[in-house]
Every structure is written in C-alpha cells, then in structure tokens.
C-alpha cells in the first residue's frame, strides 16, 4: 500500500510596507521592519519583500503616496502576493481604500500583533483578554472589516471573531465588549483574592521587552518548565512560580513581553496581567545584550512600566544572552569613528555600570554568572523581607 504524502502547509506570502519620516530615520525603519518580519515570521507569513518612503506624515487615505501606492499595487498582482502588513496602524478609511486598491489582505502592526495574541492565549483568561482588545480594534473599521472578511478565508489575521459574523452591527459589538469587560472584572477580582493571598511572601515579576529570555532565566531560577522558544511573544499567560535562594522563599512571575507601539487596546484588555506587575516588590528588567538596538528596547520597557504606573518600582536590570554577543573589533590604525558595532562587552558593562550600579549581564542559556544574580536577587529580596518583617529574621 502507498503511503500518501503529508501536504506541507504553504506559508502566506507578505510584503512589509513602512515609511521614513523626520521622526524616524531610515535606520529606524528598517529595524522596526526587521521586527515586524519577525512578527510576520511568528504569525506564520513569509516575508517577499518591503517597500519604504520618505514622507512627512502617512498619506490620509494610502498612506504611502499614489505613485509607490500604485507600484506596490502592480507588484501584489504579479507576484501573487497574499498579504500586505503596514508598519504603523491604519485608520478605517485608510484600511478601506489599500484594500480596494491592492486586493489582498490587509493588516497593520496592531492587527498582526492581535493575531499572534489569539495565537498564543492558552487560558480563558487571556483568550477573553485577546477577544476584548480584538473586537476593541474592529468596532471602528466594521464596515470596511466585514467586507474584508467576506472576501478572504481564514489565514493570518482572522482568528477571533472573523466570517461568522460578518453580519454583526456595531449595537451588537458594543454589547459583546461590555459582556467581556463584565467577564474580565469578575476575572480581576478573582485575580485580585489570589494576588491577596500570596501577600506574605515577597513577589518579583520578570519583564522585558519580548524575546529577550525572560521565560528561560524563569525556567533556570525556578526549575520549572516554561515553554520558551526564540518567537515572540513565546509567553502570554502569566505564571506564578515559588522559588527559594538559600532558605529564602518568594513568588516569581513570568510576564508578557513588551514591543514598540503596544497596541492600547491591549494595554487596557491585559489589565489584570499588568497588575502582577504594578504589585511585585522587586522587578528583574531583562534585556538581550546581544541585539543591535537593545537600548531602545531597555527605554521602551522603561516608558511603557511608567504607562502602566510601575515606573517607580524597585528594579533590577539583567542584561540576558551575553553568549550571543558579537562586535567588530576596529584595527589600530582604523582612524574612523567608531560605531556601535565596535563597541565590546567589556565597554558595554562599563557604560551600564557608570549609569547604574543594579545591573547584571549573564547567560540564562549557558548558565553564566546565575550564581551572582542569585547572590544578588537574595541579597535584595531579604532587604526587602527585613523590612516588611521585621521580627522574622529566623530565615537568615
């Protein structure tokens, strides 16, 4: 008997359309296109090709001018291509008139982001999380979406609530919001009790911008077995982990990793997510030293903990994946200014260090320098038992 072949499933093919403005630089654009690659790659499309422009602002309507409008126009069409994700988010109008002018799918960045959620959500709580923030982002562009949905069958973009209710009015939607934000108050309180319940014990959240390896250094501490793998947005549902340092117990958490233009909607949905964070005693800030840009990561984490009211929190930052480090040495008589490139581990932790003494660079992956971050996190966390406990020094 012939055994029949398993049919591969063929990757959506996608181009990747950004734009360069006076308050992004080419550079910038193309690092935040190499990201939305990577989100494309982690939703399961392809990257074909990208298109960029110089423009003040986005155009109202194609968001690119009508000249590179019609030039992606005439590409999707002879390339067959199946999608085409935007950078930035577009507008309902904006959304209605690219898809009637390059007939394909259409998604932004917040979109593709929502999908990936909808993708990763294990739990009924992020899964009521993820179908709030989606039917948030949809209740503007309905009319546009339906039609759009009406059109294309399944795919990237189209979990949650998708063909089965093209017919849905926005008096039918709002209702279906205020059932979720019903259900997600009562998942709060719910929260909230448990929260309540592990007030004795000193509570440290990892965060970070997503990727960077917070779920494998929550793996080394804890000695539990996260999923974690090199995608972003690995982890989505936040876990809660007792680990112990020496005789010294405390609750760890595993949080949901940042990015550059965090949809708002789902700032709002991930309320009680975020709350882990907002209620830790100590914040270990996890960072990959080894990507080009991970200042700007470290500064969008920054910004985005104060959004969320946790900018004054006590913190920690672990520079994460010093095994994956690489700079390019300069030769002696290289007289030209030296770039971030050149720039080595050693003078990297010199920086850091000048700027902040509460800093750390290990390798969870290899196991490098974990024993002083134990050191350290021990160290700190008694300081703060000692102060909440006062008459408990027993444990030390």
Known sequence: MIEKKKSEVRNETAILIGIITQQQSENQTNEYLDELSFLAHTAGAKEVKRFTQKLNTPHHTTFVGTGKFEEIAVYIQENQIDTAIFDDELSPVQFSSIEEGFKCKILDRTTLILDIFAARAQTAHAKTQVELAQYQYLLPRLRGMWTHLERQRGGIGMRGPGEKEIETDRRIVRDKISLLKTELEKIDRQKAVQRKTRNELVRVALVGYTNVGKSTLMNLLSKSDIFAENKLFATLDTTVRKVVIENLPFLMTDTVGFIRKLPHHLVESFKSTLDETREADLLLHVADISHPNFEEQVSVVQQTLTDIGAGDKPQYLVFNKI???????????????????????????????????????????????????RKVMYDKIKEIHQIRYPYNNFLY
Do not use: G, H, M, V
């Open 323 to 373: 095994d994956n480090f690489a700079y390019i040495q300069k030769d002696e008589d290289d007289l030209t200014p030296s770039t971030r490139e050149n720039i080595s581990l050693e003078e990297w932790q010199t920086k850091w260090f000048a700027k902040t003494q509460d800093c750390i660079f290990i390798s969870a992956k290899q196991k490098q320098n974990i024993d002083t971050l």
